[in-house]
DNA sequence: TCTTGTGAAGGGGTTCACAGCC
DNA sequence: GGCTGTGAACCCCTTCACAAGA
């Protein structure tokens, strides 16, 4: 779902599979609950769990850090959550920039993982000039025009779009060319950046229209489900081939903007 | 990254892969763009490029659907959008509640994409008492204590949980023993679901990690970049095997609570 | 004995490249 | 000539199952 890295053929070893990646703050989670009850060590079976992945796949997933487990122990609580901050770059603070101080903005910015450690919010920046100034969060909600200026001075790097849709490329273009290379983008649009740009959406709208599709399918199982197998694929599927758009002008849905 | 459904071998031919699911919404906004602007056809290169995918998997995904498509031509936008629209389960009106009336919570209330055609909001739901009846997104906030109700007398298979991690499980554990099936969760915690549900969940904080990841991984190319391939993998990586725990209890990071 | 670390097998998804059809 | 639809190759990820080691 990332984009642009030219991820050459890692000049031998550091090649951690992007799934692996993206599982590490799911274990980094579960072992910090841990180090909290001050539990010491933890086995593959138990982290497994916490996190909500089988066992295989997490010492698979470890294997691509070193060996940092012990053989009929398991793993060292502290000492992995010290190679999993350090591996993907959270012993250092990185700041960021949150564009769009709608409903999302504001809730971002009040998000409590956000400000915590390894993020820092340099600066919130909305267009709208009457925001200007006021408070969310406890930061001055800055200018869009001081965009550039802040990205530069403070050496931002990683920048969050909540901008709607029609203005995210622009503002992602913007931060861009002052230095950001990293973009979490919340807008319901596809971003176009150049290589070597790292991109990622959240988007609810394609969340619900996945949960839908899951949802339609279970209730037409139910009703499938006692006949089952005694009545071949039903001619449900006149569609196909032939016929074509039997009612592309009549019964089209809604369908959403989104 | 969805769970729960046990997708049996699928009675023949309805087996479209998730990969392919996780895109119609794309490919759908791409298409509602086009229709908006009264485009007729449109063939696979144009339209990948909209969504933002090459134009192989975008053919290959709709090969899944059907043939819909006319060679020497292109797809016909209309019919398209309505297809994928009946595929995804959007002809119908999905009714959510969303649980937790915090800044995320009223967030996605007033996001107009969730309350477009193919979802409506049928309750907005938080355990403060001091919130119930409060009007927001023109909606009036009801207490936790009428949740079972609510999905009960709405017939709502899907529930969005933006409370805080500590109260989204057992949130979750009424939702579906009320009859949700579909869970969008935003809380930072793993959910346990009964097999049958699905769960799909949308992380800020990994999100984040996950670009500060390859962030570092840049940072870390600059300065090789002049040496390259001219120094080996360089005694950097002295930890691994022997020496164990440089500084477990010394140097500790300080690590997000996530 | 217990649990990690990992080759090897298996499954999905992506990409290629071209046959089929307009 | 142009574009779709799709077998086949390829690649990545997951899972299995067991050797290695505390």
């Known amino acids: ?6 991820h050459r053929p890692a000049t031998r070893s550091r090649g951690i599979p992007e799934a692996t990646v993206a599982r590490l703050p799911l274990y980094l989670r579960a072992l910090t609950a841990l180090s909290e009850r001050s539990v010491p060590t933890v086995s593959s079976e138990e982290l497994a769990a916490a996190a909500g992945v089988n066992s295989a796949k997490l010492r698979k ?16 609580v502290e000492y992995l959550v010290y190679q999993i901050s350090r591996e993907l770059g959270l012993t250092q603070d990185w ?9 999302l903005g504001a809730a971002l910015a009040n998000y409590g993982g956000f400000a915590s450690r390894g ?3 340099a600066a919130l920046i909305d267009a709208d000039a009457h925001l200007a100034g006021r408070l969310i969060a ?7 025009d001081e965009l550039e200026d802040i990205v530069e001075d403070n050496q931002v790097s990683i920048g969050v779009i909540t901008t709607p849709a029609g203005a995210a490329q622009e503002v992602c273009d913007r931060l861009v060319a002052a230095g950001v290379t990293s973009i979490l983008n919340f807008a319901p649009t596809v971003l176009t950046v150049p290589d070597g740009v790292d991109v990622r959406k959240v988007d609810l ?3 619900l229209q996945i949960l839908a599709f899951h949802e339609q399918r279970k209730a037409g199982e139910e009703l499938s489900e006692a006949v ?3 009545t071949p694929p039903v001619a449900a599927k006149t569609v196909r081939g032939g016929i074509k758009r039997p009612g592309s002008d009549g019964d089209l849905p809604a369908v959403m903007p989104a």
Chains 1, 2 share one sequence.
């Open 1 to 6: 779902m990332a984009t642009g890295r030219t």
């Open 61 to 76: 997933d470890f294997s691509y850090l070193g060996s940092y487990g012990t053989r009929g122990v398991g793993y060292d």
């Open 95 to 103: 700041p960021v920039v949150i564009v769009g101080m709608g409903n």
């Open 119 to 121: 993020f820092r919010i």
């Open 138 to 144: 406890g930061l001055p909600v800055r200018h869009a």
């Open 205 to 207: 709208s394609i969340e």
């Open 228 to 230: 089952d197998s005694v």
